[in-house]
């Protein structure tokens, strides 16, 4: 059922010609039953958005909070910290007393003796089947304050969610669609059959399952075999921070001990981008990022296609700017149902270079295509929008990787000689440090390099940009599921303090 917009005219609320200019009358003062009645309800929203901090939808994959859960070791978080965030603001002008109280109403959280910290009264779990429960749905109004909670009573209509979240794309803007994962199974198909299909301020919603989501991107993009299972998998697991994750990786790295793992120590990683060497940041939710003041602003290495009625399939331009620009994969952005799109390109292009991508891809969808150069302030933002979704993906590659031993995912396998060691599996990440399992000379090292001890066959560097094209994604680092951009590059190049990369331009972003 739409939610209707109750805003009236002043005619509609008094009519013209019953206007008094005598005072106001007084508005009707609430009794005390509608006020108990309504402090109770504001008391539940509180506990029920502090459960959602702790729940295990959230917990395990809040860095954050994460952090505050394990510091103290019997998990007990202070009432004060979890209450200054944004979405308690509303209840927190009442005082920390009237938090803790909203709290002790709580089944799932309980308070100390001095009403001063709180923690789950159950051990955080693992939870199952979270892809598997989620729902897409686009055509949301664009952001406002209100527009979260709005989100999260919409959904609560179909069945119990254990999160909504909103989509954004590397500026952070709302994409005006969520991801919703329901308690269970039952709801995802309440709400994907309801009659009538869901509305939203009268407007009919598109949606799908995520599984059904993923499945419309592989297609859209054109992937196949093992880039499309590589894009599943990338879609349906939590690409940022997993504390199951962290602690797996804890365990095979060494004995248990008492308390919280200890921090690794991470070194500073570097992305090339557009001729500049940029430092990436990591967030407190484990996402790469860099400095927009940072980002090199270069005219001319962005061309916008119109005309494509609609549908795009990345290898009819992907294919044909590889051949006629030294096998670089361009970096696309284009959503669904647009008639346009953006490409950006490694370096500013000339006018020779335009006309040749526009006598090359003069066809986009079976249709004629016209192009052109953005103005300066599009071209600005998407290549800030290129650079961060890099960072993030890069970043990801930089610390992902395990120590993994035979055929675990990272590096390329490589054969050595007879007498320089076997041939070797597939180990971590670049400097994750994975074994495989040695041939004839003995145990080879996962990550190596080609025949007779060659970084690639076709002589290039270890740390030059054509690596991507056989690592693990044949699909260009995008940011995650969420942000609709991609090429055929592997992660950017990355360099580190203590051992730099040596790279051959910028890397695909």
């Known amino acids: ?20 200019t005598s005072a106001a009358v007084p508005e009707a003062t609430p009794t005390p039953a509608a006020t108990e009645e309504g402090e109770a309800d504001l008391k539940t929203k509180a506990a029920a958005q502090i459960e959602f901090y702790f729940a295990d939808a959230n917990l395990p994959y809040d860095k954050f909070m994460w ?19 944004k979405r308690m603001r509303e209840f927190t002008a009442k005082g920390l007393e009237w938090v803790t109280a909203a709290l002790r109403t709580s089944e799932f959280l309980e308070v100390d003796a001095e009403g001063k910290r709180v923690r789950r009264r159950t051990e955080v779990q693992e939870p199952k089947g ?36 909103m989509r954004r794309g590397e500026d952070k803007k709302f994409k005006n669609s969520v991801f919703a994962e329901f308690a269970d199974f039952a709801h995802v198909d309440v709400f994907l059959n309801a009659d009538p299909k869901p509305t939203f301020d009268g407007k009919e919603l598109l949606i799908m399952s995520k599984d059904a989501y993923c499945e419309m991107k592989i297609k859209e993009k054109g992937l196949t075999g093992k880039s499309a299972n590589n894009r599943r998998e990338l879609m349906s697991t939590n690409r940022g921070f997993n504390a199951f994750r962290e602690m797996a990786r804890a365990k095979s790295s060494g004995p248990s001990t008492s308390g919280p793992p200890a921090p690794v120590e991470k070194k500073d990683v570097y ?21 927009t003041e940072d980002v090199p602003f270069v005219r001319g290495a962005t061309l916008r296609f119109e005309g494509c009625g609609g549908d795009v399939t990345w290898s009819e331009i992907k294919d044909p700017i590889k051949e006629k620009f030294e096998n670089r994969a361009p970096f696309i952005k284009y959503a669904r149902g647009d008639d346009a799109g953006l490409v950006g390109f490694h370096k500013a292009l000339s006018e020779e270079e335009i006309q040749v991508v526009k006598d090359t891809i003069k066809k986009i969808n079976s249709r004629d295509v016209t192009w052109s150069v953005p103005d300066e302030t599009a071209e600005k933002e998407f290549q800030i929008e290129r650079a961060q979704a890099a960072a993030k993906s890069a970043l990801d590659s930089s610390f992902g990787g395990g120590n993994g031993r035979g055929r675990g995912r990272g590096s390329v396998r490589g054969r050595g000689g007879r007498d320089g060691g076997g041939r070797g599996g597939r180990g ?25 001890g060659r970084d690639r066959k076709d002589g290039k560097e270890a740390g030059s940009e054509e690596v991507g094209e056989k690592r ?30 040596k790279t051959e331009g910028e890397p695909v972003s």
Request: glycine letters at 18%.
């Open 1 to 20: 059922m739409a939610e209707e917009d109750v805003t009236m005219t002043s005619a509609e609320v008094v009519p013209e010609t019953e206007v008094s």
């Open 67 to 85: 952090t505050l859960y394990t510091k103290d070791p019997e998990h007990w978080v202070p009432v004060e910290t979890v209450s200054s965030f």
């Open 428 to 452: 971590g990440a670049r400097d994750g440090g994975g074994r495989g399992r040695g041939g004839r000379g003995g145990r080879g090292r996962g990550g190596g390099g080609g025949r007779d």
């Open 130 to 165: 979270q892809f598997e429960r989620s729902v897409y749905a686009k055509g949301f109004p664009d952001e406002d304050s209100k527009l979260q909670r709005r989100l999260e009573e919409f959904f609560a209509k179909y069945g119990k969610t254990n999160a909504v979240r």
């Open 271 to 291: 992305l090339e981008f557009m001729g500049t060497k940029l430092l990436i940041q990591q967030g407190e939710d484990g996402v790469g990022s860099v400095k």
């Open 472 to 501: 693990k994604r044949a699909v260009e680092p995008d940011g995650g599921p969420d942000v609709g951009v991609r090429g055929n590059k592997g992660p950017p190049v990355l360099q580190s303090v203590a051992k730099k990369a």
